[in-house]
């Protein structure tokens, strides 16, 4: 991918994804995901990853602050809508989404990307903005192609049994 430009910060896209795919587990690669795209994006004021378990989505690693939804259910909020739909959410005004759960006065819009394998929901990326409609097609691109390395990290950690946060 090309490098991301956002106003004065610029990074290269390639060294975020190596980070995340060189990772060891799924643990150290959320971690990463977390920490790199919560740094490296001015627009991106709130970072998390939910795990799904049963029919909830659980919070796992998050930069930004506490958010009360630390445990969604499928049927509720724009969280619940992108994991049931399957699909990248992205709301331009969070206050004119009757699904909006809020999290921060704040926010003004958010970007939800599943993370599938074999069309499998396992989790997703939550990513919150204080700038209204702050997220486009370039933001989508680059956080389904991290849900994508994250997705069998996950899958293998949960078919060893191992215990993910969330
Ligand atoms: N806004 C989300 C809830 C999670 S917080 O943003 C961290 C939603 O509507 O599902």
């Not at 259910?73 to 990248?88: E, Y």
């Not at 370039?138 to 049994?161: F, M, T, W, Y």
Request: a negative charge; aromatic letters at 4%.
């Amino acid at each position: 991918m090309a490098p991301q430009s956002d106003g004065a910060a610029t990074f290269d896209v390639n060294t975020l994804l190596t980070a995340i795919a060189a990772a060891p587990d799924a643990n150290a690669a959320m971690q990463i995901a977390v920490e790199r795209l919560k740094a490296d994006l001015p627009h991106y004021t709130w970072v998390g990853i939910y795990l799904l378990e049963g029919d909830e989505l659980v919070l796992g690693p998050y930069l930004g602050k506490p958010s009360p939804h630390t445990r969604i259910p499928l049927n509720r909020g724009i969280c619940g809508a992108a994991a049931s739909q399957k699909a990248t959410i992205i709301v331009d005004d969070v206050n004119a989404d009757p699904r909006y759960l809020a999290c921060s006065i704040e926010t003004k819009s958010e970007i939800v990307v599943p993370i599938m394998l074999n069309g499998e929901v396992l989790g997703e990326l939550d990513i919150d903005s204080d700038r209204p409609a702050a997220f486009d097609a370039v933001d989508r691109a680059l956080l389904e192609h991290v849900a994508a390395l994250l997705a069998p990290k996950i899958a293998s950690a949960r078919a060893r049994g191992e215990v993910l946060p969330g």
